[in-house]
T-cell receptor
Framework: GAVVSQHPSRVICKSGTSVKIECRSLDFQATTMFWYRQFPKQSLMLMATSNEGSKATYEQGVEKDKFLINHASLTLSTLTVTSAHPEDSSFYIC??????????FGPGTRLTVT | SQQGEEDPQALSIQEGENATMNCSYKTSINNLQWYRQNSGRGLVHLILIRSNEREKHSGRLRVTLDTSKKSSSLLITASRAADTASYFCATDLAGYNTDKLIFGTGTRLQVFP
């Protein structure tokens, strides 16, 4: 089956620093990947749609200069949280779409900003 | 917000009982999907039902879709403690050239042994 990995699974960083999260499709090519964030006991909120070779499309209210997305290849998308603040602490999940309309999700990255 | 609503928000049952959770959404869709999420983990795809389907089965799962009411239900029969998780419905947006999924608010299911 389709497998999506994320790295790192957990990261702790200090306020003001930047953190990069990787999302990889391991056994298929993904022209489109998605980035979500999830606060405790809440649902997933779509942040942006990442398209290989082009600029990401951000959802309303998501700062594109703060959450930099790069989809450099058909198997890798990265999310960089710049100048992190404690309120950026969250669970970040990526997904990749396969042609059957299903999305396969990564295991998530827990970001804690101190 | 386009986010779907799920109810109940939380559900506690005993092993062997059935669990039913409901999802309502706001716009026309191409398909609706159900996902499971164990605490602090990623999402696992359970089942997809297309807008022209009314019912679908997969093992102990039964999903119904009523597009006239913009609602869906997920039934888990003969529940097990391992079914303890959060369950989310997710819809796409018909008429929009996009693959975006809109997630419901989720139901936290706890199954006691």
């Amino acid at each position: 089956g389709a497998v999506v990995s994320q790295h790192p699974s957990r990261v702790i960083c200090k306020s003001g620093t930047s953190v990069k999260i990787e999302c990889r499709s391991l056994d298929f090519q993904a022209t489109t990947m998605f980035w979500y964030r999830q606060f405790p006991k809440q649902s997933l909120m779509l942040m942006a749609t990442s398209n290989e070779g082009s600029k990401a499309t951000y959802e309303q209210g998501v700062e594109k200069d703060k959450f930099l997305i790069n989809h450099a290849s058909l198997t890798l998308s990265t999310l960089t949280v710049t100048s992190a603040h404690p309120e950026d602490s969250s669970f970040y999940i990526c997904s990749a779409r396969v042609p059957s309309y299903e999305q396969y999700f990564g295991p998530g990255t827990r970001l804690t900003v101190t | 917000s386009q986010q779907g609503e799920e109810d109940p928000q939380a559900l506690s049952i005993q092993e062997g009982e059935n669990a039913t959770m409901n999802c309502s959404y706001k716009t026309s869709i191409n398909n609706l999907q159900w996902y499971r999420q164990n605490s602090g983990r990623g999402l696992v795809h359970l089942i997809l039902i297309r807008s022209n389907e009314r019912e679908k089965h997969s093992g102990r799962l039964r999903v119904t879709l009523d597009t006239s009411k913009k609602s869906s239900s997920l039934l888990i029969t003969a529940s097990r403690a391992a079914d303890t998780a959060s369950y989310f419905c997710a819809t796409d947006l018909a008429g929009y050239n996009t693959d975006k999924l809109i997630f419901g608010t989720g139901t936290r299911l706890q199954v006691f042994p």
